[in-house]
């Protein structure tokens, strides 16, 4: 069987997150409908990591298994036509497994709201201090128990996770938290993301951070944000692709992606 990862983009508003539910539209069931038609027969596509109800996504990675003769290179356009237009598939390639995300939060920080936002970022009128908030988000870096900042959901075998960067900035009324880690616990980035508006607020210092990470209580940090303002806007997958086109140090840049996909029991 080949296994084929599928790089997406998708607008979350219609769906509830990406994950199949008894009762509620998802992504991964709009999708593994759309393929099914194409290769004629039943596929499973298991998800790089989970997004929530209305969370959008700029770059997804998925896989399935088919023994589909499809050429990668036809594969867009063939389930492009089968899938709604907030479901794309930009490519697709064969793949043989190990990540990092990226989530962008959006706060549309002004005191009217933009229309062209109202999906897209979580509308905030008050004022808030987007250098302070960048101060306690350097404090999440680093390999932490993140159990203060996790919501009951998906059961996990550790709350331990390492974040590479996290970085708060201004673009006019826009504020942008951009978070990068080798795995997110269920609700976590959005978790900070309100965490952080209430340090914007002045409620919290900076350093407060180091005491909600070291209560490893869910009570100790601040409400969760809403999940609109959330984007997952890139992927990174890490180890050797014996069988793509390699660089010198023997990885494959695809887009903004780095290797393999990664399969979840």
């Known amino acids: 069987m080949r296994n084929i990862a599928l ?50 996504a700029e770059v997804y990675i998925a896989n399935f298994r088919t023994d589909c003769a499809i050429p990668c290179d036809r594969m867009p356009l063939a389930f492009n036509a089968r899938l709604p237009d907030d479901i794309v598939v930009v490519s697709a390639k064969e793949v043989s497994d190990d990540f990092k995300k990226e989530y962008t939060y959006r706060v549309y920080n002004s005191r009217i709201r933009n229309a062209f936002y109202v999906h897209r970022a979580y509308f905030y009128p008050k004022i808030l201090d987007e250098q302070v908030m960048a101060e306690a988000a350097a404090r999440f870096v680093g390999t932490h128990d993140f159990k203060a900042v996790r919501d009951v959901g998906t059961p996990t075998k550790t709350t331990v996770r390492t974040v590479h960067y996290f970085d708060v900035a201004r673009k006019g009324d826009m504020i942008e938290m951009k978070v990068c880690a080798n795995g997110f616990l269920y609700n976590m980035v959005r978790i900070i993301a309100g965490t952080l508006l209430e ?40 180890k050797e692709l014996p069988d793509w086109h390699h660089r010198e140090n023997k990885y494959w840049e695809y887009d903004i992606l780095q290797s393999h996909i990664k399969n979840e029991k």
């Open 7 to 56: 790089k997406l983009m998708y607008v979350g508003t219609a769906y509830h997150g990406w994950q199949i539910q008894k009762n509620a539209i998802t992504v991964q069931e709009a999708l593994e409908l759309g393929i099914s038609k194409v290769v004629k027969h039943p596929v499973r596509c298991v998800g790089a990591g989970r997004t929530d109800a209305g969370v959008h």
């Open 199 to 238: 340090v914007g607020m002045g409620a919290y210092p900076p350093e407060h951070m180091e005491e909600i990470l070291d209560a490893r209580d869910r009570q100790a940090a601040g409400r969760t944000a809403p999940a609109r303002g959330l984007t997952l806007v890139s992927m990174e997958y890490q």
